[in-house]
């Protein structure tokens, strides 16, 4: 009886841990899918100049009177805060450096005539 206990504890244990990261892989996988849903969105909100890539690698509304801007954003913001925060505990950094160095490749790749941030805060047109 006594190796019985730790021994259901340990299988109980690993049966969590398993179905937890089954959960986040899941959870993971439909942040991606909304991300990937929302793409065009984005593009024709950053091209009407309504929305701009900060340099935390998120979202900012730049022009208040498109009104899917700030929706559009925040569900956006949200989802990537999620990647970020997975991709820095599979990298064993923070969430933050991760967002900065996505920040500069986005303002790399992003489109003529879109809103980015510098690192200074400073914002321009690409």
Not at 30 to 40: D, L
Not at 46 to 66: I, M, P, Q, S, Y
Not at 88 to 102: E, N, Y
């Amino acid at each position: 009886m006594k190796t019985l206990l730790p021994r259901l504890l340990l299988a109980f244990a690993l049966l969590f841990g398993f179905a937890a990261a089954t959960r986040a892989a899941d959870d993971l996988a439909a942040v991606k899918a909304h991300m990937t849903a929302r793409i065009a969105a984005i593009d024709a909100l950053k091209a009407k100049g309504a929305l701009g890539e900060n340099n935390k690698a998120l979202l900012e509304v730049r022009d208040a009177t498109v009104k899917e801007a700030a929706t559009v954003a925040a569900e956006e913001n949200k989802d990537r805060e999620v990647v970020y925060a997975a991709l820095a505990k599979q990298t064993g950094t923070t969430a933050d450096q991760v967002a900065k160095a996505r920040a500069k490749q986005i303002a790399a790749n992003s489109a003529k005539g879109v809103w980015v941030q510098d690192d200074k805060g400073a914002w321009a047109k690409k």
